[in-house]
């Protein structure tokens, strides 16, 4: 059973624009993470949210817990070619202490 | 460079051999995380050690098997390969036991079973 699940799976998209990537699950998690992953490396750590409600801005990048700490969003504004990657949500689960990832979002940006 | 160091980076064995893959975590790191990624799946979470006692299990095969020596540097081993166990694997480590998260990881090992 996978707690995380991430949406949309793929994304294509042009220089400049949008984007808002999920992540959700019906647990609670006590923090969550976002990694990105190039390929054929480990997860590169983003940022952490602890507080329902919490947002955290990394320049481009805008975090944001849910109130009730069971999903995350991702928005990226102006997308720029060095954004490609997957990005992956990541936590543990109230009371316990398995470390699990999110099903990915795989991010192309269009030059 | 995360601080996390693992070996070797590739791997090629034929099926049925058993192999040992090492992680050195990051300094003052007790947490060491293992993970499975077949070829453009996510990340399958299969052990968590703190200080050298298992933490949590996830779906991890009776075949592998994993453990944290007393200096902190962890190894998983796997035996009886079969052609699926071909992936990357991966080794995090993190200074609390598990709930902040906030892991680093090493390079991954690839490997290759034929």
């Known amino acids: 059973t996978q707690l995380l699940e991430q949406s949309p799976q793929f994304l294509s998209i042009q220089e400049g624009e949008n984007l808002t990537v999920y992540c959700n699950s019906s647990?609670?998690?006590?923090?969550l993470q976002w990694y990105r992953q190039e390929p054929g490396e480990g997860p590169v750590l983003l940022v952490t949210?602890?507080?329902?409600?919490e947002v955290k801005k990394l320049k481009r990048l805008t975090f944001q817990f849910g109130d009730a700490r069971k999903d995350s969003s991702l928005h990226i504004t102006a997308a720029q070619p060095g954004d490609t990657g997957l990005y992956l949500c990541a936590g543990a689960t109230s009371g316990t202490y398995k470390y699990i990832f999110g099903t990915g979002t795989r991010l192309k940006v269009l030059a | 460079d995360s601080g996390v160091t693992q070996t070797p980076k590739h791997l090629i064995t034929a099926t049925g051999q058993r192999v040992t893959l090492r992680c050195s975590p990051r300094s003052g790191d007790l947490s060491v995380y293992w993970y499975q990624q077949s070829l453009d799946q996510g990340l399958q979470f299969l052990i968590h050690?703190?200080?050298?006692?298992?933490?949590a299990k996830g779906n991890i095969l009776e075949r592998f098997s994993a453990q944290q020596f007393p200096d902190l540097h962890s190894e998983l081993n796997l035996s009886s390969l079969e052609l699926g166990d071909s992936a990357l694997y991966f080794c995090?480590?993190?200074?609390?036991?598990?709930?902040?998260?906030?892991?680093?990881f090493g390079q991954g090992t690839r490997l290759t079973v034929v």
């Open positions: 949210v602890v507080t329902g409600g």
């Open positions: 647990s609670v998690f006590s923090s």
């Open positions: 995090a480590s993190s200074v609390e036991g598990g709930r902040r998260g906030e892991a680093f």
């Open positions: 050690y703190y200080n050298g006692e298992e933490r």
